[in-house]
């Protein structure tokens, strides 16, 4: 089982492949694997910092502990109708996703983002819909 914040629920969707550090990009990448690959595997939602902040380098402010990623944690959790504590398997959160998000949700919820120029969140979102799952990460 994996720990996950609110917001990065959103992150993996979007994942390309690009981060904050190798470390950070190394392990992002082998749980974005993970989930791709076994969408059954179980997800605890957590209030703050879980196993990717784990990997955040330690370069000045410390992002994972800022009251706005806090705030984006509790929006993207209402918004898809689950709670801190709660444990449910990559499919389940998949299946909320197209249940309770469209694409352009990003451009609000994730308004502060410096990855939101990217454009690959509301992509990750459309595939979802799609029913295409992660993207694999070369």
């Known amino acids: 089982m994996y720990k996950l914040r609110g917001h990065h629920l959103f992150c993996l969707l979007g994942y390309r492949g ?6 950070y990009v190394e392990n992002m990448t082998r749980l974005h694997q993970i989930l791709r690959n076994n969408p059954k ?4 939602l957590v209030k703050g910092p879980d196993e ?14 800022n009251d706005q990623i806090y705030e984006r944690d509790a929006i ?18 998949e299946s909320r996703i197209r249940k309770h998000v469209v694409p352009s949700d990003i451009q609000v919820v994730c308004e ?17 819909h799609e029913g295409k799952g992660l993207r694999e990460v070369q």
Do not use: A, F
């Not at 690009?18 to 470390?23: A, P, T």
């Not at 595997?41 to 605890?44: F, K, P, S, Y």
């Not at 784990?54 to 000045?60: D, I």
């Open 112 to 128: 502060t983002c410096s990855w939101r120029s990217y454009g690959v969140c509301e992509e990750g979102i459309r595939e979802i």
């Open 76 to 93: 993207i959790l209402d918004k898809m109708n689950l709670k801190i504590g709660q444990i449910l398997n990559w499919d389940d959160i």
């Open 41 to 44: 595997t179980l997800i605890q």
């Open 18 to 23: 690009m981060g904050y550090s190798q470390e």
């Open 52 to 65: 990717l902040c784990e990997k955040y380098p330690n370069s000045g402010e410390y992002h994972c502990q």
